[in-house]
């Protein structure tokens, strides 16, 4: 702490030994208590507000409003490097080689059940893989027809998404059948609930036994999982098609064919499980958060929905979706980009440094965690302008990278440098595979009993999903 303070940082006075914690947990009760004397109170189209920094993060907006845009807190006795300043994170990447810094080693407990230690990824057969994502896609569409026709156009678009996306990237990573997916999936989601959920002490000494039976659920759900998934390997190493392997995930896995550079590298059963509970966490939660965040936001600008139903005329056409055609989805992809800058579905970017890192004069030591503030930076009025919190997809039009940020390192959706999302070419075909169908098929608007209170379980999501009014066309 006086290393930090001697170094120049500023921040929040920690106390031992929860550090900033109690602050974090107050100022997030209170916000969670005056939404919901607000949010009994339907919300209408107009009303849907997108600057949700000071709802979603309330302790880092204050704390901005005292200590700027860089500044140290504690998460018990770890420090956390925080930045909302795109020029900073610009200095302090530039300076930086690869092996300076890695993921935080205090989330590393936290993670292993859901995650393992998975992180490479294969090139995969694109083709193959979007014509994978059609049935599922398919399927929910016609699930929402049947509800629609037995009188219930109300639908909580957010869970048949997350559903879906479950769907498709079960079949996509390893070619699971639903009901092996759907296993999976609900296991997943459990110990996702069961982690991070409940009452979080990050950095706290000891705190794993402040919450065993949380830790005991969680390491129960991470076997299970394995098991199920040890069993899916198991049953595909016995049933080896030599000929022509399956064109998944696990797939090109098995086959040791281009993982993460390393060509023929052969993984062990293990390690197959890792990268596929990676590829499944990583890749479905989020693809579905940046559907459903643009499913509310062209329910709230049914202009954009015809704009882009338009498009999807002229590009694809009325028949079936020529996958090489998606990239001429321009305005898509604006959309797309103008969703995640304004609820970027990973709000936020972690490091931690492993070697003392220079930044102009100030010295981050090493050992200090990074917290990026995402949603703190695409919300900012000084780098994006006054209509910043306005949803505008043709920012993107002339710079379809940045959206006309004053700053290149104040988009990030993605992450940056060498630890940037792997699946993000994947998520593109994915968003646009299914949000095509679902234009194609319906026309969406804001229900009454929609409430508008974007918040934090890891990912940035509603907190009580997202009904919609479905309309076939
Ligand atoms: C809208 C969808 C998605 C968003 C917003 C998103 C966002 C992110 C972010 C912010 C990171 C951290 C980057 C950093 O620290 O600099 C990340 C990493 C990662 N993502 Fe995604 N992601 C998405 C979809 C996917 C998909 C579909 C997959 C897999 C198929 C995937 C797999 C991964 C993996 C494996 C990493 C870890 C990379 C590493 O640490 O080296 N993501 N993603």
């Known amino acids: 702490y006086r290393k930090l303070k001697k170094n120049g940082f500023g921040g929040p006075t920690p106390s031992f030994p929860l550090g900033n914690i109690r602050e974090m947990k107050n100022s997030m009760k209170n916000n969670i208590i005056n939404n919901n004397d607000s949010s009994s109170l339907s919300v209408a189209s107009s009303a849907v507000s997108h600057d949700i920094h000071s709802t979603v993060f309330p302790y880092f907006a204050r704390w901005q409003k005292s200590h700027g845009k860089v500044f140290i807190y504690w998460l018990g006795t770890e420090p956390f490097l925080y930045i909302a300043d795109p020029e900073f994170l610009?200095?302090?990447?530039?300076?930086?080689?690869?092996?300076?810094?890695?993921?935080?080693?205090?989330?590393?407990?936290?993670?292993?059940?859901?995650?393992?230690?998975?992180?490479?990824?294969?090139?995969?057969?694109?083709?193959?893989?979007?014509?994978?994502?059609?049935?599922?896609?398919?399927?929910m569409l016609d699930?929402?027809?049947?509800?629609?026709?037995?009188?219930?156009?109300?639908?909580?678009?957010?869970?048949?998404?997350?559903?879906?996306?479950?769907?498709?990237?079960?079949?996509?990573?390893?070619?699971l059948s639903y009901q092996n997916g759907s296993k999976v999936f609900e296991k997943l989601r459990a110990m996702q609930i069961t982690l991070f959920n409940s009452n979080r002490y990050v950095g706290v000494p000891f705190s794993k036994l402040m919450c065993p039976k949380k830790n005991l659920e969680a390491k129960k759900l991470g076997k299970e999982i394995d098991q199920l998934l040890l069993s899916i390997i198991d049953a595909r190493k016995k049933s080896w098609d030599y000929e022509s392997p399956q064109k998944d995930l696990l797939g090109l896995l098995m086959e040791g064919k281009q993982v993460d550079g390393r060509a023929g590298k052969s993984l062990t059963a293990r390690e197959l499980v890792d990268e596929c509970k990676t590829f499944f966490f990583g890749g479905h939660e989020t693809t579905a958060l940046a559907l459903t965040w643009t499913l509310l936001l062209l329910a709230t600008h049914p202009n954009w929905q015809n704009q882009l139903r338009d498009e999807i005329k002229e590009v694809i056409g009325d028949g079936e979706i020529d996958f090489a055609k998606l990239s001429g989805l321009k305005k898509m992809g604006w959309v797309m980009n103008e969703v995640l800058r304004l609820y970027s579905p990973a709000?936020?970017?972690?490091?931690?440094?492993?070697?003392?890192?220079?930044?102009?004069?100030?010295?981050?030591?090493?050992?200090?965690?990074?917290?990026?503030?995402?949603?703190?930076?695409?919300?900012?009025?000084?780098?994006?302008?006054?209509?910043v919190f306005e949803f505008r997809p043709e920012r993107f039009?002339?710079?379809?990278?940045?959206?006309?940020?004053?700053?290149?390192?104040?988009?990030?959706?993605?992450?940056f440098g060498g630890r940037m999302c792997v699946g993000r070419n994947l998520t593109t075909m994915e968003y646009k595979v299914v949000l095509t169908l679902m234009l194609t098929r319906f026309s969406f608007s804001i229900s009454p009993s929609y409430s508008h209170s974007p918040s934090i379980l890891l990912s940035l999501r509603p907190r009580h999903g997202l009904p919609l009014i479905v309309q076939p066309l």
């Open 90 to 139: 610009k200095e302090m990447s530039s300076g930086v080689l690869g092996k300076s810094w890695g993921k935080p080693n205090v989330f590393k407990h936290d993670r292993e059940p859901m995650f393992g230690n998975g992180l490479v990824m294969v090139e995969g057969d694109d083709w193959a893989m979007a014509s994978l994502m059609v049935e599922p896609a398919t399927k």
């Open 143 to 175: 699930r929402w027809t049947t509800l629609i026709n037995s009188g219930k156009p109300e639908i909580d678009v957010e869970r048949e998404i997350t559903t879906t996306a479950g769907e498709i990237i079960a079949r996509t990573s390893f070619g």
């Open 347 to 387: 709000p936020n970017a972690q490091r931690q440094a492993r070697e003392d890192i220079k930044v102009d004069d100030l010295v981050i030591p090493n050992g200090t965690n990074i917290w990026i503030d995402v949603v703190g930076m695409h919300h900012d009025p000084a780098i994006w302008g006054d209509d």
């Open 397 to 415: 039009k002339d710079d379809h990278l940045y959206g006309g940020c004053k700053h290149k390192m104040g988009f990030l959706p993605f992450g």
